[in-house]
């Protein structure tokens, strides 16, 4: 597609349920980024992949938080037993390569715990 | 970790007046960039700085590198109702290029009174 595409583009979810949120990239990008935006603030890097490499998944806050890229296209971040303080806006960002120039963002999940 | 200080936290203007926010760190980045934040939608990109003391205009964007690669500016000049958003300043640290991965100011909301 033209841009990154994230879906759902919201999602309210009962504390302690499993939920997945997905990332079409632009086609073409090897490098895929997953931040988290929480109310008021900037966005805190969670995880990166880039081509076949394994993912530098330093900004994961805990091991409740995992992802996948299926055929270096295709991301899924996975969240389990939610919590509340995991309600935030999810958002994914690709492009062509690494170094952080002009990568592109989708529009975000917006994650509310209830 | 590693934090960007972002200011001023918000600014209510009057159409046609210029804006100016800045973005200040400890630390030493090799790239700063600025993106602005529709409400909804996720950041794009203004304006990229890749060398200390670069100075670089976009429109009636201005931004600049500090010379000590550890602050940058971003001037809006005679304002319209569209510039209204929130505004974040990003870096790269010194010594992370393979990554990618940027850190996030906290953002500059910026309302615009017609």
């Known amino acids: 597609g033209a841009g990154v595409s994230q879906s759902p583009s919201n999602k309210v979810t009962e504390k302690g349920k499993d939920v997945e949120l997905r990332c079409d990239p632009i086609?073409?990008?090897?490098?895929l980024y997953w931040y988290r935006q929480s109310l008021g603030q900037g966005l805190e890097f969670l995880i990166y992949?880039?081509?076949?490499?394994?993912?530098?998944k330093s900004g994961l806050p805990s091991d409740r938080f995992s992802a996948e890229r299926t055929g270096g296209s295709v991301s899924t971040l996975t969240i389990q037993r939610t919590q509340q303080e995991d309600s935030a806006v999810y958002l994914c960002?690709?492009?062509?390569?690494?170094?952080?120039?002009?990568?592109?963002f989708g529009s975000g999940t917006r994650l509310t715990v209830v | 970790g590693q934090q960007l200080n972002q200011s001023p936290q918000s600014m209510f203007i009057q159409e046609g007046e210029d804006v100016s926010m800045n973005c200040t760190s400890s630390?030493?980045?090799?790239?700063w960039l600025w993106y602005k934040q529709d409400p909804g939608e996720g950041p794009v990109l203004l304006i990229a700085?890749?060398?200390?003391?670069e100075l670089t205009s976009n429109g009636r964007l201005t931004a600049q590198f500090g010379i000590t690669r550890k602050d940058s500016f971003l001037n809006i000049s005679a304002s319209i109702p569209s510039d209204v958003g929130i505004y974040f300043c990003?870096?790269?640290?010194?010594?992370?290029?393979?990554?990618?991965?940027?850190?996030f100011g906290q953002g500059t909301t910026l309302q615009v009174k017609p």
């Open positions: 960002a690709s492009s062509f390569k690494t170094g952080g120039f002009g990568y592109t």
């Open positions: 086609s073409g990008h090897t490098a």
């Open positions: 992949f880039q081509g076949n490499s394994a993912p530098d």
């Open positions: 630390s030493i980045f090799n790239t």
């Open positions: 700085l890749y060398k200390a003391g």
């Open positions: 990003a870096g790269q640290l010194s010594g992370s290029s393979n990554t990618g991965k940027l850190i």
